[in-house]
């Protein structure tokens, strides 16, 4: 939602309004703007991570189960020749080794796609929630109602919140 010609209209009237506390307005709607910009700039980013880990958890899983197929016809084939040399033996057991650390690494990138995830959700609860603090805040000046604009501070603190539970959550 493009909220920069509500934020221009809100500027304008607490230069020509008369009334200071539309300054106050004015400027907080300024405060919440840039703290928007802040947590949607952190919540593309997690975004971004969150594709990244899971595309490489994706990648890890393929190579997991190319692992497990030349386990599976190295068995295969170690069975139907009835004797396995000492080579195969240790092959099959190195492909057995590799196959659980390509099993935790990937599991591993799994959880970090679903953390950084989570984190772009909470970031971009607060973007949503600093738009609607502007939009009222707007709406305050236009209609030059204080209680408005304490709703929209109101709301806005909530979005500071949600930006710094993304900052504190791991």
């Not at 700039?41 to 490489?56: K, T």
């Not at 196959?99 to 970090?112: D, G, S």
């Not at 984190?119 to 236009?142: D, N, P, W, Y």
Request: hydrophobic fraction near 45%.
């Amino acid at each position: 939602v493009p909220l920069e010609h509500l934020q221009e209209e809100t500027h304008h009237h607490a230069e020509h309004g008369g009334e200071k506390w539309i300054s106050w307005v004015a400027l907080s709607t300024a405060i919440l703007a840039v703290l928007a910009a802040i947590a949607a700039l952190l919540s593309g980013s997690h975004a971004n991570e969150a594709m990244m880990r899971q595309i490489e958890s994706a990648d890890q899983w393929a190579f997991y189960q190319a692992k497990g197929i030349k386990a599976a016809v190295l068995e295969a084939k170690m069975s139907l020749s009835g004797s396995s040399s000492e080579a195969d033996r240790e092959k099959a057991e190195k492909y057995f080794e590799e196959h659980n650390e390509i099993q935790n690494e990937a599991r591993e990138k799994q959880t970090e796609a679903k953390s950084n995830f989570h984190r772009h959700e909470v970031f971009a609860r607060g973007v949503t929630l600093f738009q609607i603090a502007i939009a009222i805040a707007a709406i305050s000046a236009l209609t030059k109602r204080r209680r408005y604009w304490l709703v929209s501070m109101i709301i806005g603190a909530l979005g500071c919140v949600f930006l710094v539970l993304g900052f504190v959550q791991h």
